[in-house]
């Protein structure tokens, strides 16, 4: 069984950073792919970055690309979302999820496990 626990939300206003972190457990960290998802009140849930399994590959959706960087630190079983120039559409609960097989994709059913969610609000 896979464990994910997100960190590092909160509020910020527009035009500031955050930085997210989720710390994985249950399974050799490094031979899978890791994505970040959000989603916003009353939106369905989004892709926002994914990571392979050495960091060497990264992908972002085009709402959040130049702004936010993907990382994974592989020791630590630890991924990473730096979110920078935020701006109020980014409110969202941010979600880090891992798929049950190595798969790099950006669609949210690929993906089997799902941490608790963080809050990231942004105020104009």
């Known amino acids: 069984q896979v464990h994910l626990v997100e960190s590092g939300g909160g509020l910020v206003q527009a035009g500031g950073s955050l930085r997210l972190s989720c710390a994985a457990s249950g399974r050799t960290f490094n031979r899978y792919t890791m994505g970040w998802f959000r989603q916003a009140p009353g939106k369905e849930r989004e892709f926002v970055a994914v990571?392979?399994?050495?960091?060497?590959?990264?992908s972002y959706a085009d709402s959040v690309k130049g702004r936010f960087t993907i990382s994974r630190d592989n020791a630590k079983n630890t991924v990473y979302l730096q979110m920078s120039s935020l701006k109020p559409d980014d409110t969202a609960v941010y979600y880090c999820a891992a798929p049950k097989r190595d798969i790099y994709g950006t669609s949210w059913n690929l993906y089997e496990y799902w941490g608790q969610g963080t809050q990231v609000t942004v105020s104009s």
């Open positions: 990571v392979s399994r050495s960091g060497g590959s990264t």
